[in-house]
């Protein structure tokens, strides 16, 4: 993962011709995707226009989570298939979901054994192994209310959705992974939200491969193209 103790800041308000966005191609992120490294994946420019943090759960680190939190938002969330959520108990945070894009929250958790809290970086990521382990089933081995948001990822993926939540598994099962992604939005150092130009920016500042969902969901209709 990138170094955590240099922080150059992220510049905000600059024009995007004077940086204009390159993204990398899917399956260059994809490499990097499995093999344990952050993706900066943008939205589109009329959706919620944003960029996230998208990484892997099943090997993330505390660091990672330290990296992640330190240049986000901070609200680090999990989606995860709906069977996976049915076998864990999570339900739907709210029966009727009000929020601009209907992200499917559920209600959130901290793994019991091992954590104190559920707030810090090394809590955190124990969890999300944990939502990521095939082979923790029970129910009561999580805490709720917690610290991580799991989402319902929708069937279809950025085919059905073109969302954070379902590229995230997407990359994951792209990638070979078991599908629980972690995510987070970027934010600049005056706490707006990072666009386009900003997240190109923090890409390039930090070494990792950017991309769109509107590729990712090309890459997806091409791979179906061919079967």
């Given amino acids: 993962m990138p170094p955590i103790e240099h922080n150059n800041g992220i510049a905000h308000g600059h024009r995007a011709d004077q940086l204009e966005p390159r993204f990398d191609s899917i399956p260059e992120a994809l490499k990097d995707f499995a093999a344990g490294k952050f993706l900066v994946v943008v939205d589109n420019e009329d959706r919620e226009n944003e960029g996230d943090l998208i990484i892997a759960a099943e090997n993330v680190t505390a660091e990672d989570i330290a990296f992640m939190v330190r240049y986000t938002s901070g609200v680090i969330c999990c989606p995860l298939r709906k069977e996976r959520l049915q076998e864990l108990e999570l339900p739907l945070m709210v029966p009727k979901n009000s929020e601009s894009f209907c992200t499917a929250f559920t209600v959130t958790v901290d793994y019991k054994q091992g954590t104190t809290t559920g707030i810090s970086a090394a809590d955190r990521a124990l969890t999300l192994r944990q939502l990521a382990n095939p082979k923790t089933v029970d129910p009561e ?27 995230s598994i997407d990359l994951c099962e792209l990638s070979g992974l078991y599908p629980a992604g972690v995510l987070c939005e970027i ?41």
Avoid: S
């Avoid at 991309?211 to 791979?223: E, G, H, V």
């Fill in 187 to 227: 934010v600049n150092d005056d706490g707006t939200m990072a666009r386009r130009d900003d997240c190109y920016k923090f890409a390039k500042q930090w070494g990792l491969k950017m991309i769109t969902i509107a590729d990712l969901a090309d890459y997806r209709r091409k791979l179906a193209a061919q079967k």
């Fill in 141 to 167: 081995q999580f805490a709720k209310p917690g610290h991580i948001f799991p989402l319902r990822y929708t069937e279809g993926g950025v085919l059905a959705r073109p969302g954070h939540t379902e590229a």
